[in-house]
């Protein structure tokens, strides 16, 4: 059974930096063409696809915020770790982690989700 | 703003078929696989449709999905009130990113 849980703090100040993780089991990140994203959705609002980190380490950005992103994978604990500099009250939102199985494919399992608000 | 362009609402009466439309460029749309999730209010959003009108398991064939060009479109035929959802497109984008649709909210009269 594949499960992705979002953990992380539920409240961060602006300018601080957020650190999510992604806690994944029932698959392996180093099989081939696999990846885990991060995707947020502010209250009310799209959802909005952040970061991707693949099966050969390799990381992509949501161009608009790559340069307060960074995103890295730990295999042996199963995790993927999302970084944001310098966060905003634009950013409070609820981050997902979610996978894909191979290049150009489905979210086909995501987490519940983890509520961050950006407030002073 | 999304990159990729879809009506806010859409609405039917039971049984009738609603189509939601999503309007991509020749980098996204136009060169790669559309996706369709569906999302119930307080959940995580979950594949409707995938490579374009491939039904993900356990979707029921009143969900349908085309692509053509650099535009997209779900329908839902034969409405029933669970179909209540907002619904979003995602395509992959050459220039190495993911992008989504802004999300139709889909009402059931």
């Known amino acids: 059974q594949v499960t992705l849980r979002e953990s992380g703090p539920a409240r961060v100040k602006p300018t601080q930096t957020l650190t999510l993780t992604c806690t994944f089991s029932?698959?392996?990140?180093?099989?081939?063409?696999?990846?885990v994203s991060w995707i947020r959705q502010p209250p009310g609002k799209a959802l909005e696809w952040l970061a991707l980190?693949?099966?050969?380490?390799?990381?992509y950005y949501c161009p608009s915020l790559e340069t307060r992103l960074t995103i890295s994978r730990d295999t042996s604990k199963n995790q993927v770790v999302l970084t944001m500099t310098n966060v905003d009250p634009m950013d409070t939102a609820t981050y997902y982690c979610a996978r894909t199985l191979t290049e150009d494919d489905a979210f086909d399992a995501w987490g519940q989700g983890t509520m961050v608000t950006v407030s002073s | 703003q999304s990159v990729l362009t879809q009506p806010p609402s859409a609405s039917g009466t039971p049984g009738q078929r609603v189509t939601i439309s999503c309007s991509g460029s020749?980098?996204?749309?136009?060169?790669?696989?559309v996706y369709w999730y569906r999302q119930l209010p307080g959940t995580a959003p979950k594949v409707l449709i995938y490579r374009n009108n491939q039904r993900s398991s356990g979707v029921p064939a009143r969900f349908s999905a085309s692509k053509s060009g650099t535009s997209a479109s779900l329908a839902i035929s034969g409405l029933r009130s669970e179909d209540e959802a907002d619904y979003y497109c995602?395509?992959?984008?050459?220039?190495?990113?993911?992008?989504f649709g802004g999300g139709t909210k889909v009402t059931v009269l």
């Open positions: 020749s980098s996204n749309i136009g060169l790669n696989h």
């Open positions: 029932g698959f392996s990140l180093d099989t081939s063409g696999m990846s």
């Open positions: 995602a395509a992959w984008d050459d220039s190495l990113n993911w992008v």
């Open positions: 980190i693949d099966w050969e380490d390799d990381a």
